[in-house]
């Protein structure tokens, strides 16, 4: 199966930066989309950016123009780079993957194509 780990969380003041990243590590031959999602406390967990296969983003309102969300196929990470950071996005950002292909002697298999993978979340707190 495809294992996810995040980082990059922490304590930032408001209008600062942080960069979140995220290594998917396994027998893995192709994702299709990696993104990030979050969850406040008391909330429920939502999309904040996504990748796709060709580089298709899509972003939350709330951050569209603010966060930036990229990846390197090579490595399987995915990255967010967050700027002007406000309070009400504190939260815990979950890493997702999904459409993977893993790797069977050089041959991509697509056992697990439907399945989505989370990782454990890395919390983010803006305040000041």
């Known amino acids: 199966q495809v294992q996810l780990v995040e980082s990059g969380g922490g304590l930032v003041q408001p209008g600062g930066s942080l960069r979140l990243s995220c290594a998917a590590s396994g027998s893995i031959f192709s994702i299709y989309a990696m993104g990030w999602y979050r969850q406040a406390p008391g909330k429920q967990r939502n999309l904040v950016a996504r990748i796709a296969k060709g580089e298709i983003t899509n972003y939350a309102d709330s951050v569209r123009g603010r966060f930036t969300i990229s990846r390197d196929n090579v490595e399987n990470m995915v990255y967010l780079q967050m700027n002007s950071l406000k309070p009400e996005d504190t939260a815990d950002y979950y890493c997702?993957?999904?459409?993977?292909?893993?790797?069977?002697?050089?041959?991509?298999?697509?056992?697990?194509?439907?399945?989505?993978?989370w990782g454990k979340g890395t919390l983010v707190t803006v305040s000041s």
């Open positions: 997702n993957a999904g459409g993977a292909y893993m790797d069977v002697d050089g041959i991509p298999n697509a056992r697990y194509y439907d399945m989505e993978f």
